[in-house]
T-cell receptor, first 111, second 111 residues
């Protein structure tokens, strides 16, 4: 059974600081996805990582995937308040074409 | 217009009632999914469908049923609603890379 764990689950940080959210998963997969959810809203796709070593960046967010370590990171650079949201990683079960989601990381960025 | 729509957006019902949640998409994707979201638990897969004739149970299908009426439509039914089915329900579609696109969600309360 595939398990996906995010760390930390809650993160409060100041504007301008850097931080990283970690996503570990338990079985072989080479596809990982990051989503953002604002309170009361739906999930918005941020990054699609489809191979070992994949790195993608959008603005102050950068995501990477290490399939050998079964680890993805979402790095936030010089955080701004608008990045406050809950971030989910999700892993594609190999061959099953369905996703298993982590618990989510609630990020709060304070002025 | 939104690519994935859900109706209703909010519903309050009583224990024992039958409820149908509807999902429509204009993305032209074959794959569709139903998830429920509970605080602290991330998203959990209820049912998924790879085409009109292919429907599969997810990790929490008990108490739910689905119907894939067409490529664009995927409905979720609660045959006899119970209070612990109170949750936020999301429909999603996926592209060939399994990137998923979510509807706006249906907030269901069972009294």
């Amino acid at each position: 059974e595939l398990k996906v764990e995010q760390n930390p689950l809650f993160l409060s940080m100041q504007e301008g600081k850097n931080y990283t959210i970690y996503c570990n998963y338990s079985t072989t997969s080479d596809r990982l996805y990051w989503y953002r959810q604002d309170p009361g809203k739906s999930l918005e796709s941020l990054f699609v990582l489809l191979s070992n070593g994949a790195v993608k960046q959008e603005g102050r967010l950068m995501a990477s995937l290490d399939t050998k370590a079964r680890l993805s990171t979402l790095h936030i650079t010089a955080a701004v308040h608008d990045l406050s949201a809950t971030y989910f990683c999700a892993v594609d079960m190999l061959g099953a074409q369905k996703l298993v989601f982590g618990q989510g990381t609630r990020l709060t960025i304070n002025p | 217009d939104a690519d994935v729509t859900q109706t209703p957006r909010n519903r309050i019902t009583k224990t024992g009632k039958r409820i149908m949640l509807e999902c429509s998409q204009t993305k032209g994707h074959d794959r569709m999914y139903w998830y429920r979201q509970d605080p602290g638990l991330g998203l959990r897969l209820i049912y998924y469908s790879f085409d009109v004739k292919d429907i599969n149970k997810g990790e929490i299908s008990d108490g739910y049923s689905v119907s894939r009426q067409a490529q664009a439509k995927f409905s979720l039914s609660l045959e006899s609603a119970i209070p612990n089915q109170t949750a936020l329900y999301f429909c999603a579609t996926s592209d060939p890379d399994n990137e998923q696109f979510f509807g706006p969600g249906t907030r269901l309360t069972v009294l």
